[in-house]
């Protein structure tokens, strides 16, 4: 029998019991920031739950993990203290279950109405690599630049073609996106343009979390990747398409993508996940040995992009795709990024790259919605090919089934116009 709460969760809610999805939060203005789980319209303090001693455990017993300013020291502790944190709390959380619920004064200091509470980046992220595992966005974006019959470059059938991103601007969702200025390609003999970006784009990705890390020079097997993996969040990784198409060669993304990126405030673990999880797509060419995996796994995780343009009320979905959509799994992108001896650390980001699917309707950006903008969208008869200042996107996601949704809340941002 599944597990119920003590606290009432609505079913169409993203986070019941099921899921304790950890996050950092200040319950009130200019208080220390500290960790929680969300339960229903809750976040659940656990430095108040860990000063109380009910994290009694043998590994969460004498630590001190819940009472940081960040999840990082968790994090680092592997599946063992997560597994055990997790069935702790649903155990305290349960209906049956009187420590926490019959306790008035605990209940009072440790849940915090989720519209009271401040939420902050959960992690203090050291390294960030985005990477580009959508064999749909891959193919389309190939096809927009160099022709249907030079779409997908060979080494991508072979690897997880990734680049190493800016930790520094990562935001925290609802957080404004200044518009960036840069350089622009040349029009015939004239100098590059100079100004705001012209082309600015979300991208509909999903980024893990990497839990214990390894020594420098010891690669991390792709077999036991998942144990490295804490969980996943939403993330936008906004890109100024016109920025990017003149700097990005011969070294890659550079300032068309290191002015933002926004992530959703919750990290869902993989335990919460893995009733969802489901099969890979089939990868041929097989890869070589070192990623070849015994089960390989995706999740079905739906996703949405709403866009709510300037100065209206009503938002439009441009975009339903799906996490099971991506080509190289997340266990494979972390152990082809160790492959080389490279060291990830805990808190370090990962993200998946644009999520596309087949369908027109299941594109991850406005690069393949607007084919590099020759097809405006029509977002309730206001047109779009790209961002426009006073624009807002939100993404969701969630998975459904056995009648509760694990979902991640949502990941929004609004452009803001260009400092001058």
């Keep these: 029998m599944a597990p119920k709460s003590f606290i009432e969760v609505h079913p169409d809610s993203h986070f019941p019991i099921q899921n304790l999805p950890y996050g950092v939060f200040r319950p009130e203005p200019g208080s220390v920031p500290r960790p929680g789980v969300a339960i229903g319209d809750y976040v659940l303090d656990l430095s108040a739950i860990a000063s109380s001693g009910l994290f009694d455990g043998p590994i969460l017993k004498n630590s001190d993990c819940f009472s940081q300013p960040n999840l990082n020291k968790f994090l680092a502790m592997g599946r063992p203290a997560w597994k055990e944190a997790r069935a702790t709390l649903q155990r305290l ?12 004064a605990l209940r009072q200091k440790s849940l915090v109405p989720l519209d009271k509470a401040e939420m902050l980046l959960p992690v203090a992220i050291g390294d ?10 891959a193919k389309n974006c190939g096809t927009i630049f160099r022709g249907p ?24 969702s609802g957080t404004d996106i200044v518009r960036p200025r840069g350089q622009g390609q040349p ?10 970006s012209l082309k600015l784009d979300f991208e509909l990705e999903m980024a893990a979390f990497v839990g214990p890390g390894n020594e420098l020079g010891k690669p991390i097997d792709v077999n036991e990747a998942a144990d490295h993996i804490f969980g996943l969040v939403l993330m936008n990784d906004w890109s100024a398409r016109d920025i ?40 041929d060419p097989p890869p070589l040995p070192y990623l070849a995996e015994k089960i390989s796994k995706n999740y079905d995780i739906a996703l949405e992009v709403q866009i709510k343009p300037a100065g209206h009320k009503d938002s439009s979905v ?56 020759q097809k405006p969208l029509s977002l309730n ?20 089934g056995n009648g509760y949704k694990v979902g991640f809340g949502t990941c929004s941002g609004k452009v803001i116009p260009s400092h001058p």
């Design 93 to 104: 959380l349960s209906s049956t279950e009187p420590a926490l619920r019959d306790n008035g």
């Design 128 to 137: 960030y690599t985005d990477f580009f595992s959508s064999m749909h966005h």
């Design 149 to 172: 019959q030079n779409a997908i470059p060979p080494n991508w059938f072979h690897l997880p073609i990734a680049y190493h991103g800016r930790a520094s601007s990562i935001v925290m």
């Design 187 to 196: 029009t015939g003999n004239s100098p590059p343009y100079f100004g705001p």
């Design 244 to 283: 990017q198409a003149w700097e990005y060669v011969p070294l890659g993304p550079f300032l068309g993508k290191s002015f933002g990126t926004t992530i959703s405030p919750w990290i869902v673990t993989l335990d919460a996940l893995e009733p969802f999880a489901c099969d890979a797509p089939r990868q």
């Design 318 to 373: 441009v975009t339903r795709s799906n996490f099971n959509n991506l080509y190289w799994t997340l266990t494979q992108q972390l152990a082809h990024h160790t492959i080389n001896g490279c060291n990830l650390r805990p808190g370090d980001l990962l993200g998946t790259g644009t999520i596309s699917g087949p369908e027109p309707e299941a594109l991850g950006c406005l690069l393949e919605l607007t084919w590099n903008g």
């Design 381 to 400: 008869g206001t047109p779009r090919t790209f961002l426009e200042d006073g624009d807002e996107v939100i993404f969701t996601g969630f998975c459904k």
